[in-house]
């Protein structure tokens, strides 16, 4: 019982420690609104859940507006959607924006953001692009600045609205362990490239 005890705190102490470290690395590069967030060419729109008919999530509809009221500001040119799923998740955040007012020249599509790190990686590689927003809630948000950030990636990041209802505690603890996941998948993968 004494050596589980242990290893549970050496677990939580060392989610501590990779928590502060990405906090402290992300410094100067995290903004509470579109208002007060840096002009950059593109601000990368993550997925997440749309619904069957079509609606994205609330969560996805915050991320949305966000990405569209820095657009309107004149802080990004353009917005990049990336999400899975093939074009349904990207196809309904476009459809949003359209919706209003976003003209579709301003709309760039990745159907390959299965995953924050595949997002960051179309971003970089497919769509060229070496400075950028991302937009997603704060936990979220954090992770992907940090992992495009750790791609070579000049990224900042704005928070859009948490969303509340049934998940909200899944979300929180989820990106508890993806922060750590991302921790170790970036650096590792630095390292292997560096071989």
Same mark, same amino acid.
């Given at each position: /019982?004494?050596?589980?005890?242990?290893?549970?705190?050496?677990?939580?102490?060392?989610?501590?420690?990779?928590?502060?470290?990405?906090?402290?690395?992300?410094?100067?590069?995290?903004?509470?609104?579109?208002?007060?967030?840096?002009?950059?060419?593109?601000?990368?729109?993550?997925?997440?859940?749309?619904?069957?008919?079509?609606?994205?999530?609330?969560?996805?509809?915050?991320?949305?507006?966000?990405?569209?009221?820095?657009?309107?500001?004149?802080?990004?040119?353009?917005?990049?959607?990336?999400?899975?799923?093939?074009?349904?998740?990207?196809?309904?955040?476009?459809?949003?924006?359209?919706?209003?007012?976003?003209?579709?020249?301003?709309?760039?599509?990745?159907?390959?953001?299965?995953?924050?790190?595949?997002?960051?990686?179309?971003?970089?590689?497919?769509?060229?692009?070496?400075?950028?927003?991302?937009?997603?809630?704060?936990?979220? /948000?954090?992770?992907?600045?940090?992992?495009?950030?750790?791609?070579?990636?000049?990224?900042?990041?704005?928070?859009?609205?948490?969303?509340?209802?049934?998940?909200?505690?899944?979300?929180?603890?989820?990106?508890?362990?993806?922060?750590?996941?991302?921790?170790?998948?970036?650096?590792?993968?630095?390292?292997?490239?560096?071989?």
């Amino acid at each position: /019982m004494h050596a589980l005890g242990v290893f549970v705190a050496s677990f939580l102490v060392v989610l501590l420690v990779i928590a502060i470290s990405i906090r402290v690395e992300l410094l100067g590069h995290l903004y509470a609104d579109a208002a007060s967030a840096p002009t950059t060419p593109v601000a990368l729109i993550l997925g997440a859940e749309v619904y069957a008919d079509g609606r994205p999530s609330p969560a996805l509809a915050n991320r949305l507006d966000v990405g569209i009221e820095l657009l309107r500001l004149g802080r990004v040119r353009a917005l990049l959607m990336s999400g899975g799923n093939g074009t349904f998740e990207v196809g309904a955040m476009r459809t949003y924006a359209i919706a209003r007012g976003v003209t579709s020249d301003a709309i760039l599509l990745d159907a390959a953001g299965e995953r924050t790190l595949a997002s960051c990686l179309q971003a970089r590689d497919s769509f060229q692009m070496r400075r950028l927003i991302v937009v997603s809630q704060e936990l979220h /948000m954090a992770r992907a600045v940090y992992t495009c950030r750790r791609l070579g990636i000049d990224a900042d990041g704005v928070v859009a609205p948490e969303f509340t209802g049934d998940r909200v505690l899944i979300y929180l603890v989820r990106e508890r362990f993806a922060l750590v996941f991302a921790w170790l998948e970036v650096n590792i993968r630095a390292l292997a490239e560096r071989s």
